[in-house]
């Protein structure tokens, strides 16, 4: 079992940044992934971006250039750095953690993006 807890959103205007974090507990060494989702008003959860343990990163295209996701020495921290945001950025964003025994969510942590 993995426990995740996310922190760092709020509002924030156009063009300013962010960083979330998602602190992560329990079975940290079975841990072979982490990522980051999002889930606007009236929309499906989508990815955003994602790193494995050897640091690999994978970002959804609307966030490229603007978003860097990070683990420090894979360890039980990862982090979202979100600069120029823009208002359709706003959501809730949720941290997960995959392992061989299961994907595990944390409650999110809403984003909202707003002059």
């Known amino acids: 079992q993995v426990q995740l807890v996310e922190s760092g959103g709020g509002l924030v205007q156009p063009g300013q940044s962010l960083r979330l974090s998602c602190v992560a507990s329990g079975s940290i060494s079975s841990v072979y992934a982490m990522g980051w989702y999002r889930q606007a008003p009236g929309k499906q959860r989508e990815l955003v971006a994602t790193?494995?343990?050897?640091?690999?990163?994978n970002y959804a295209d609307s966030v490229k250039g603007r978003f860097t996701i990070s683990r420090p020495s894979a360890g039980n921290t990862e982090y979202l750095q979100m600069n120029s945001l823009k208002p359709e950025d706003t959501a809730v964003y949720y941290c997960?953690?995959?392992?061989?025994?299961?994907?595990?969510w944390g409650r999110g942590t809403q984003v909202t993006v707003s002059s």
């Open positions: 997960n953690a995959c392992t061989n025994g299961g994907t595990f």
């Open positions: 790193i494995s343990r050897e640091g690999y990163t």
